[in-house]
């Protein structure tokens, strides 16, 4: 029974993909990060996003929008005299939920993040600190954006708020990402997916 459940309700899903409207993209910007939760007196730092994305038109006004997004992340803080910028860089595979109405559009969904390398840098210097991170985490994002009428370039912004936390260390102590990103993206010709 649980078997054929199953296999209907991907029968259902696959049917719904194969007959959306899918036009597939590109998209940048900068990235405006911290990290919250247990940690004290440090500063958004300014990193930036880029990577591809794929728009499946469920109806006229629903969609959803897996993506592929290399994005530096991380902080800044001061310890005496020296900046130390702390640089977190994953690759994010975010798979928003939007609704669309005259170029508007509004969504929110889960993020998967994996971790690429973590460096803290200051005056010419740089340590690697992956090992002290989760090499995965999860996040959640909130976000909206306008592509203009007859074009395939538009501009979003997003609010990335993380759920678990990314320190891998043992103890109570939870610290997690904070990221807001704005930008541009450009979406190709759509064609109907087979």
């Known amino acids: 029974m649980k078997k054929s459940l199953l296999l209907l309700v991907c029968a259902v899903a696959i049917t719904s993909i194969t007959q959306a409207q899918v036009r597939f993209g590109f998209k940048g910007g900068a990235n405006f990060a911290n990290l919250t939760g247990d940690i004290e007196e440090v500063k958004m730092r300014v990193g930036f996003n880029a990577g591809a994305v794929a728009k499946i038109s469920l109806s ?45 559009s509004i969504e929110t969904g889960p993020q998967a993040s994996f971790l690429m390398t973590a460096k803290l840098k200051a005056d010419g210097e740089s340590v690697d600190i992956k090992e002290g991170f989760k090499s995965i985490d999860f996040g959640w994002g909130i976000g909206a ?39 541009l993206f450009y979406m190709l010709g759509g064609r109907p997916s087979k």
């Open 60 to 104: 006229e006004s629903f969609s959803v929008q897996p993506e592929l997004v290399y994005s530096n992340q991380g902080t800044s803080f001061e310890e005496g005299d020296s900046k130390i910028n702390m640089h977190l860089n994953y690759i994010n595979l975010p798979i928003m939920f939007q609704y669309n109405v005259s170029g508007f």
């Open 145 to 183: 954006g306008y592509k203009m009428p007859g074009s395939g370039l538009g501009f979003n912004a997003r609010f990335n708020i993380g759920l678990g936390k990314i320190n891998d260390s043992e103890g109570d102590a939870k610290i997690k990402n904070s990221v807001i990103q704005a930008g």
